[in-house]
């Protein structure tokens, strides 16, 4: 049966005893509103170690004035039901006061250009609330590895650099988007986009797709392959784009004319309100 903790002692005084015996444990973080792309993280974390954490926190620090927090869905009995059916074992749900105790006051920040290209130059307090909560997570679990989806993959390539740069002691596992039938990944967002929205949305992962084939076809040019996945999102009469980007891995370093793998195409456009992020790896 999966057990809830909202407070930092429960949590460690149920980890402990488990830690003391050499148990292995797997961090999942999350805001909650899971689906099943989380449920693939817990999953895997399963597999890999004895005892799984999720956490389950909207945390208010990586969201703007004029962002969802308020209206981010709030699940958490469903929440509970996916992580015990993907074989989770705990899940941990604290407040906001129990997570920033000193109203904000510490910071974890990784600066520089890997935090703002991409999200970052529209949303830039974003990644410092989740450099922030995820080292607050890191510390309070104590995770032999932690897990962590590559849709959203700037995030994926700052929490790298953060986990390199403070020397945390664990492993970073990043799992591949797990897509809907139709190709659009799948996101707690979603639940936003009327049904028309939806399908629109599926624009997004046929065009990144196109992208790769064409890349392999031997289209390296920077600016073709950038121009090429604009004009064929804007096909799409709901998609207004907000950014369609091309950065080389691994940092997200800024390529010239012409890419050399890997490197991360990544999209961002509004449906509606809702706006949705995707990427796909050019090698």
């Not at 792309?37 to 004029?66: C, M, R, W, Y």
């Not at 679990?141 to 929490?159: I, M, N, S």
Request: hydrophobic share 40%; with cysteine.
């Amino acid at each position: 049966m999966t057990q809830c903790f909202h407070t930092v002692k429960e949590l460690r005084d149920y980890l402990k005893p488990l830690k003391a015996q050499g148990k292995t444990v797997g961090l999942v973080p999350t805001m909650g509103a899971l689906h099943q792309g989380h449920a693939t993280l817990i999953s895997n974390s399963a597999k890999e170690n004895d005892i799984t954490v999720v956490s389950v926190f909207v945390n208010p620090t990586q969201f703007g004035p004029n962002e969802d927090f308020d209206a981010y869905p709030r699940t958490l009995d469903a929440d509970l039901e996916v992580v015990a059916k993907a074989g989770g074992d705990v899940v941990f749900a604290p407040s906001p006061k129990e997570m920033y105790p000193s109203a904000d006051d510490t910071w974890v920040e990784v600066t520089g250009n890997i935090t703002k290209v991409l999200c970052g130059k529209t949303r830039p307090i974003h990644f410092r609330g989740v450099t922030t909560v995820v080292s607050k997570l890191f510390n309070i679990v104590g995770p032999t590895r932690a897990y962590f989806g590559q849709k959203d993959a700037q995030q994926v390539e700052v929490l790298r650099r953060m986990v390199k740069d403070m020397f945390f002691d664990l492993e970073l596992r990043i799992v591949p988007i797990v897509r809907e039938d139709s190709g659009l990944a799948r996101s707690s967002r979603n639940t936003y986009l009327s049904a028309e929205e939806k399908t629109a949305a599926v624009v997004l992962s046929k065009t990144l797709k196109s992208a790769l084939e064409k890349f392999k076809s031997g289209c390296t040019n920077l600016n073709d392959i950038i121009s090429f996945t604009k004009t064929e999102i804007a096909k799409e009469p709901l998609a207004n784009i907000e950014y369609v980007e091309c950065y080389g891995l691994p940092g997200l370093y800024e390529l010239k004319e012409e890419i050399t793998a890997p490197a991360l195409l990544a999209v961002a456009v509004r449906f509606g309100t809702t706006r949705l992020i995707d990427n796909i790896i050019l090698e």
